[in-house]
């Protein structure tokens, strides 16, 4: 899986690959920091955090499938007029389709 709009950028594999690879582990030390400011008063060892790319509802099934969590909790985003009323398309095909517990949070 590709991150959207690659196909426009002009670089060669090695250089795309070493962007990419930045980006990631600069995402994931700004997760990693976060979570730690998060949870700063619980136990850090039982939580996890991954950097995906790509199609967000193919990277979630195959993340749970691979890990097998018991809840999947979502966010979705805040909406105005009657759209607030309705939840994400992402959420609602987890909701149906995951083989866990899933809990979404506007």
Do not use: W
Not at 54 to 59: L, P, S, V, Y
């Amino acid at each position: 899986m590709r991150p959207p709009f690659m196909g426009f950028v002009r670089y060669d594999k090695d250089d795309l690959e070493r962007l990419l690879a930045d980006k990631k582990a600069r995402l994931a030390q700004e997760v990693a920091s976060e979570m730690a400011y998060f949870l700063a008063d619980d136990d850090q060892s039982r939580i996890t955090s991954q950097v995906l790319t790509g199609n967000a509802q193919q990277c979630l099934t195959d993340t749970v499938n691979l890990t097998q969590p018991q809840l999947l909790v979502l966010g979705t985003h805040g909406r105005q007029g009657i759209s607030r009323l309705l939840i994400g398309s992402v959420a609602t095909t987890f909701l149906s389709t995951l083989p866990c517990d899933v809990l979404v949070a506007r």
